[in-house]
């Protein structure tokens, strides 16, 4: 016995690798419905070893499916995940609509599980942004033991974050680079993302930080505690699929590298690899395609009375994304939901 599960944005990059983390983590499904906007009406998608034909979301009725997946963005989260709901279907939303709604459960397996149950106000749990969620599954263990005072973080995102669009342009201005006949002029990015950087990611706010640095303090103190003081640098860089963020954590009380390492070593969800010699750390190219979250160059901060210093990597398309709700459907079911 399992669940009847939509998909809702099947067509997308993070609606793919969600039915490919169903299929691979073999989640109890019973039946499945990809559901897409009106121009990807019969678009094929693959589950497993089977083919599902993309259905219109706008006439779908969610009458009697158990959980709803959506990686359809705001605007269209905001008109379909209500009426999902209110059709009695759980809707886990990939989108930043609901994370900092009180009565939306913004989850973490790894980190805040028992959330999951607070579901039943909306029928809907939120999804945080990619780059907090894998920051925070590296936190969570260390400020169990020594209590987070303070991070700065600075990211490393990959263009996959902002979609297929976003690919594209890094692939052809890349390619136009050694073909001087070619102009291909930024149009999903402000700047020409091949062979640069670009330090902004969504739009900028009153007071100078981007709506993505924004992200990452306020979901940080929803999944883990408000108590924490965060400040972020946000920046696009030229890899394909990949986060990556060079964090600074400061303790209440002092924490020993080695054990850190130990620590982070045994929590869940995490890889450490981390060898003091060329190339004994992870980087993106390393993490494509993989469920964990890696730590790499854990280190004291000597700046600091109680400090450390560590490098996280992950592929942001599953743990920042699809895999996490996934996971977030593992613990509803285990926790809340009765299987059809």
């Known amino acids: 016995m399992g669940y009847k599960v939509v998909v809702a944005g099947a067509t997308g990059n993070v609606g793919r ?29 693959s589950f497993g070893d089977s083919t599902l034909k993309c259905k219109d979301l706008d006439t779908f009725d969610f009458t009697g499916w158990d959980i709803a997946f959506f990686a359809i963005g705001s605007d269209a989260t905001k008109k379909y995940a209500p009426i999902a709901a209110s059709q009695g279907c759980v809707v886990i939303d990939n989108s930043s609509l609901y994370r900092y709604d009180p009565d939306v459960p913004l989850v973490v397996p790894e980190v805040n599980a028992a959330a999951v149950e607070g579901y039943t106000k909306k029928n809907i ?29 600075s990211t490393y995102q990959s263009v996959s974050g902002t979609g297929k669009d976003a690919i594209d342009e890094l692939w052809d201005q890349t390619k136009a680079v050694y073909n001087p006949t070619a102009d291909v002029p930024p149009k999903v990015y402000p700047k020409q993302i091949a062979f ?63 054990e850190a390492r130990d620590i982070l070593r045994e929590a869940p969800g995490l890889l450490v690899v981390d060898k003091r010699e060329a190339g004994g750390y992870i980087t993106p190219i390393d993490c494509v395609g993989e469920y964990a979250t890696y730590v790499s160059r854990i280190r004291q901060d000597s700046t600091i009375e109680n400090g450390l210093n560590i490098w996280v990597v992950s592929d942001n398309l599953r743990k920042g994304a699809a895999l996490n709700a996934v996971q977030i459907a593992e613990v509803l079911g285990a926790r809340c939901l009765k299987k059809g």
Do not use: Y
């Open 17 to 45: 690798e969600m039915l490919n983390i169903l299929a691979e983590r073999e989640f109890p499904v019973d039946d499945i419905a990809a559901l897409a906007s009106r121009r990807s009406l019969g678009t094929e998608v």
């Open 125 to 153: 749990i939120a999804n945080p942004n990619c780059s907090t969620a894998q920051m925070v599954v590296a936190l969570k263990p260390l400020h169990d033991r020594a209590r987070i005072k303070r991070v700065v973080v």
């Open 196 to 258: 640069n950087v670009i330090p902004h990611i969504d739009v900028f706010l009153d007071d100078g930080s981007t709506k993505e640095e924004w992200k990452m303090v306020a979901e940080t103190k929803k999944i883990m505690d408000p108590s924490i003081k965060l400040t972020a640098t946000c920046v696009r860089v030229p890899v394909f699929v990949g986060h990556s963020e060079a964090i600074n954590i400061e303790f209440e009380d002092f924490l020993d590298e080695d």
